[in-house]
C-alpha cells in the first residue's frame, strides 16, 4: 500500500474517532477509553504505586458513618473501641477517622506489611467475590504479620466461613488507602450492574 494511501485512511479514521458526531463514532471512543484504562493507565498506575489494583470502588456501607460527625459518631460507636483499647484520640489521627461511602473511589499504594498501622484503612481479599475494604484494628507478629480489621460501621469484627476478620495475613493484602475521590465509584457499579443484566 503506497504512503499517500495509507495517509489518506489514517486521517478518515482520526477525523472519524475525534470529530465524527455518529453513534458509531461514539462507541468506539468508548471502546478505545475502556481499552486505554484497562490496558495502558491501569497498569502503569499499579506499577507506580505497587499494587495490582491500584484503584478500588467502594460496594458497601460498611465505612460509612452515617452523616455523624466525629464527636456524634464516636459517641454512638465508642463501646468495641474502648474495650480493644482505642481511644477516642487515638481514632481521631487515624487515617479517614470520618470514614468514607459506598460508590466512593479509593486510591491505593503498595501491600508492605511493615508500611500498615493500625488505624489504617487496608483492601483485602476473602473467599467473598469482591476485595474487602476495612481499617486496621489490630495487628500482630507471631513468624509472619497477622492483621484484624473492622468497619466503621459495622458491631465488631466479621468472623464467618467466607471471612475472618481476625487474622488476615499478607498474603491477603492488596493495598493501603492514601485518597479518597467521593462518590465517583458510583460509575464503575453502575457499569457493572448494567454488565450482569445482560450476563456479561
Known sequence: MSKP???KILKKTWHFIWEDNSIWSWIVNIALAFVLIKFVVYPGLGLVLGTNYPVVAVVSGSMEHNGMGFDEW???NNAWYR??????EEFSQFPLQNGFNKGDIMILVGR???KIGIGDVIVF???RKDPIIHR???KTGDGQTVF???GDNNAESIRSQQLDETRITEEHLIGKTVFRVPFLGYIKIGFVKILGIFGL
Open 5 to 7: 494511501k495509507i495517509r
Open 74 to 76: 464516636w459517641s454512638a
Open 83 to 88: 474495650d480493644n483499647k482505642i481511644s477516642k
Open 112 to 114: 508492605e506489611a511493615d
Open 125 to 127: 481479599r476473602s473467599a
Open 136 to 138: 486496621v484494628v489490630k
Open 148 to 150: 484484624q480489621t473492622k
